[in-house]
């Protein structure tokens, strides 16, 4: 009759091997999750200034127009608050 006895060295070596693979396993889980999962946010946002369709846009202090050589802005007040830029005139087509 032989009874096999564990040592408290022996069961804490092999929780912490377990505890080690379950580590292992949530991070290849996490990795594999995140290469292909498809992304959540969908296609930058393009700038209103880099909108070849938008002729004149503003932020509330100064206008811009896209001209043939480039953007012509006028000049803000001395005190305006710049807010979000939007567009006021887009082309037809």
Do not use: Y
Not at 21 to 49: D, E, F, K, Q, Y
Not at 58 to 81: E, F, K, M, Y
């Amino acid at each position: 009759m032989s009874t096999a006895r564990t040592t408290p060295s022996a069961q804490r070596s092999s929780s912490d091997a377990l505890a080690a693979w379950g580590i292992a396993i949530l991070v290849v889980a996490t990795v594999l999750l995140g290469v292909l999962l498809p992304p959540r946010h969908g296609p930058p946002v393009r700038s209103v200034a880099k909108d070849p369709a938008c002729l004149e846009w503003s932020d509330g202090c100064s206008v811009c127009q896209r001209l043939a050589d480039g953007p012509a802005c006028s000049l803000p007040g001395i005190a305006c608050q710049p807010g979000a830029l939007r567009c006021l005139r887009r082309s037809d087509g």
